[in-house]
C-alpha cells in the first residue's frame, strides 16, 4: 500500500482536490438554491 501511495501520489491529490471542489460547489449550489424565493415549504 505504502508503494502505491508513493507512486501514485499526485494522482491521489488531484483527486482529492477534485471530490474538494466538486463539494465546494455543491455546497453553494445549495446555499444558493435556498435564498431563492418560493422555494420555502409554508
Known amino acids: 500500500m505504502a508503494y502505491l ?3 501514485y501520489w499526485h ?3 488531484a483527486s482529492a482536490a477534485c471530490g ?6 455543491a455546497q453553494g449550489t445549495r446555499r ?3 435564498t431563492e424565493p418560493g ?3 409554508p
Open 5 to 7: 501511495i508513493v507512486q
Open 11 to 13: 494522482y491521489l491529490a
Open 20 to 25: 474538494v471542489l466538486v463539494g465546494w460547489w
Open 32 to 34: 444558493s438554491r435556498r
Open 39 to 41: 422555494d420555502e415549504l
